[in-house]
C-alpha cells in the first residue's frame, strides 16, 4: 500500500492529472456532441440516426476509437520513468520489483477508472444535451444508455492496464507510443475490413470493446469494403476478452523487469 501511495502521489505531480480531465471531456463529451449534432444519418455511407436504438449506440461506440489516450496514460508510467533514469532510483528503493509494478498497476488502473468515469459522464451528457439542443430523441433509454457507458468506462480502465504492460515490454517511450498508436489505429481497424482476417476482429482488444455497445464503426466500414458486415461477440464475452487482456498485460508488467538491467 506504501508503494500504490506514492505512485498515486508521483502521479499527481505530473502533468498527466491536467490532461485527463481535458482528454476525458474533449474524447468522451465532444466527439458524442459532434457527432450527435451532425447526425449519423450525414455520416458517409449513412448511419442511422440517433432517434434509433442502432444509432444512439453507434455514437456511444466511437468513444472506443479514443482508447489511445488511456493507453498512453498506462504507457507513461512506465516508460517515463525510463526515459528520465528515475526507475534505478526507484527499484534501489523498493528491490522487489515485482511489488513495485504491481503497485503502478493498482495506481493507474483506479486512475483508469476515474479517467473512464469522467469520459462516460462526458459522453452522457453529449449525447442527451446535443440531442435536447436540436430537439431530437435519443433511441435508447438512460438506463441502457447508463449500462452502456458503464462498460466502456470499465474498458478504460482496462486499457490503461495495458498501456501499463506494454511500457514495460518496450520500455522506450517513443516505441511505445508509435507502436500503441499504430496497432489501435491502423493493424486493428485493417484487420477488421479484409476478408478472412475479418474473424479475428472480434476476439482483438478493439472487438471486445466494440461488443459492450453490440455497435462497430468498423463493422459499418466492413459492409462498404466487403458487403458483409464484421460480427461482434455478445457484451459479456467481449468483457471476458478484453479482461483477458488486461489480466495478461497485468503478468507481463509485473514479469518483463524481473530480470532485466535497468539501463
Given amino acids: 500500500m506504501n508503494l500504490v501511495r506514492a505512485e498515486l502521489r508521483r502521479l499527481l505531480t505530473t502533468p498527466l492529472w491536467k490532461w485527463g480531465p481535458a482528454a476525458a471531456l474533449l474524447s468522451g463529451g465532444g466527439l458524442t456532441a459532434l457527432c450527435v449534432l451532425i447526425g449519423p444519418e450525414h455520416f458517409d455511407p449513412p448511419m442511422p440516426g440517433v432517434a434509433t436504438d442502432a444509432g ?21 508510467a512506465v516508460t517515463s520513468e525510463y526515459r528520465h533514469g528515475t526507475i534505478a532510483y526507484t527499484f534501489l528503493f523498493a528491490p522487489r520489483r515485482h511489488r513495485v509494478l504491481a503497485a503502478k498497476l493498482a495506481a493507474y488502473a483506479l486512475a483508469g477508472a476515474v479517467y473512464g468515469t469522467l469520459v462516460a ?34 474498458a478504460m480502465a482496462a486499457y490503461t492496464v495495458i498501456g501499463v504492460g506494454v511500457g514495460a515490454l518496450l520500455r522506450n517511450q517513443t516505441a511505445t507510443l508509435l507502436v500503441l498508436g499504430a496497432y489501435l489505429y491502423m493493424v486493428e481497424h485493417t484487420l477488421a475490413i479484409i476478408p478472412g482476417f475479418s474473424l479475428a476482429y472480434p476476439f482483438l482488444p478493439g472487438g471486445a470493446t466494440a461488443a459492450l455497445t453490440e455497435s462497430s464503426l468498423m463493422s459499418a466500414a466492413a459492409v462498404e469494403v466487403t458487403g458483409t458486415a464484421t460480427a461482434l461477440l455478445p457484451p459479456l464475452l467481449g468483457a471476458a ?23
Avoid: H, N, Q, W
Fill in 241 to 263: 476478452v478484453l479482461l483477458a487482456y488486461a489480466l495478461a498485460a497485468a503478468a507481463a508488467a509485473v514479469l518483463a523487469p524481473m530480470r532485466r538491467d535497468v539501463a
Fill in 56 to 76: 444512439a449506440r453507434l455514437v456511444l461506440s466511437m468513444i472506443g476509437l479514443t482508447v489511445l489516450v488511456p493507453a498512453l496514460f498506462g504507457a507513461l
Fill in 121 to 154: 459522464l462526458a459522453a452522457a451528457a453529449g449525447l442527451y444535451g446535443t440531442a435536447a439542443l436540436k430537439g431530437t430523441e435519443v433511441g435508447i433509454g438512460a438506463g441502457t444508455a447508463a449500462g452502456l457507458l458503464a462498460g466502456l468506462a470499465a
